[in-house]
Every structure is written in structure tokens, then in C-alpha cells.
């Protein structure tokens, strides 16, 4: 089994990576909000909405982290896109795992990784959808995908210079939770034409 070397805590979500070290994702959260770093975008369209607009005068921050392997050893990517209500409260974390560098490009599907029924181990590229509730420091729902459906990220192109990152994904995701924690969003979540440009970006917390 995997050595747990890290845990990667993200605005108050705890996901266990086991044999996987974050190397480029500090949180901040020394302030009334976590001072993430932003950089290009990820859109799609939810269930026939746009998910970028779920809140309205909210905001969204994206970017992406390079974690690195003991067993099977490589080095790889993740891509992590956050939603915040009006009120700037952390509401839905959307974070893709395990994604190769190399190949640099290609598709890659996708599968259900629930850390807390025992796959933790698992080294394959895989997604969640985590929800806030409260002033974001509460878990919510968790959705994992559907493994009937055709989940895949796209990696169109990378820039190893720049560290920027181009692609595309499909998703439909499922609430985990029994019973449901809020009934916010619908039990079914179905992420099409998404598309994203962002890069790799390594970030400190205050006065490291």
C-alpha cells in the first residue's frame, strides 16, 4: 500500500492523497477569505447552466498543482477551479487528480475516487466535486463521476516554459452523500463543453 506523505487541505475540504505530495499548493488562510491565486479560466456548461455563473456577484479562482508519485514514481498534474458565493464564502471545488504529464497530450479518463470508501490508493486520473456550506469551512456534498459515462479531461496543449496548461473535459458527476447534506444542487451533475486555460502556480501563506 502507498506511504501517506501529505494531506491537501483546501479551503477547508480535507481530501487524503495517499502516496501523492502536493508540492505547489499552500493555503492561505490567515484571513477572513483564503487568498488563492488565479490564472486564465474553466468554463462549462452544468446541467444547461453555465457554472461559472452559479452565484451571482460571486467570483471563481482557478489553477493548477504538480504532485509527484513514490509508487508507481512520475510526476503529475492537477487542475483545481473554485466557486464562491456573493458573500465570498468557498461553495464548490471542483479537483481533478493524476493527470500524466507525459504523454503531454491526450485524453484521459476519468473514475470515481471516493478517498473515505477505500480508494485511496489508486493512482488513476480521477475527479470530485466537493461542496461548502456554512462560511465555507462545513463540508457539504461530495459528487464522484459516473463511471457509466464518458468522463475524460483532454490535454490539448502544455508549455513547459510558461507552465500553462490547455484542454477540455466532460463530466457527470453524482452526490455520495446519503443523506444529502443540503439540497442545493441536484442530485445529478452533468459538466459538458468544458474548457480551460490556466497554468501551474506555486503559492505561500502569509509571511512565509
Known sequence: MNRLLTVYISLGIATLLSGCKIMDAIIDNSGPLPRLPNWGYLTAETNGA???????????????????????????????????????????????????????????????????????????????LHTSLSDGDVLGDSYYTVDSEDNYIQIDSYNAKTQEIKGSFQLTLANARIPRSSNALPDTLRFRNGRFHTKIIRYKGRGE
Open 50 to 128: 453555465d457554472w461559472s455563473k452559479t452565484y451571482s456577484n460571486a467570483y471563481q479562482v482557478t489553477h493548477g498543482v504538480v504532485s509527484y508519485l513514490d509508487e508507481p514514481q512520475g510526476v503529475f498534474y492537477g487542475l483545481v477551479s473554485v466557486l464562491y458565493n456573493e458573500a465570498g464564502a468557498n461553495r464548490q471545488e471542483l479537483l481533478f487528480q493524476n493527470i500524466p504529464f507525459s504523454p503531454q497530450t491526450g485524453r484521459h479518463k476519468l473514475i470515481s475516487c471516493n478517498p473515505f470508501v477505500g480508494c485511496e490508493s489508486s493512482q488513476e486520473p480521477q475527479v470530485g
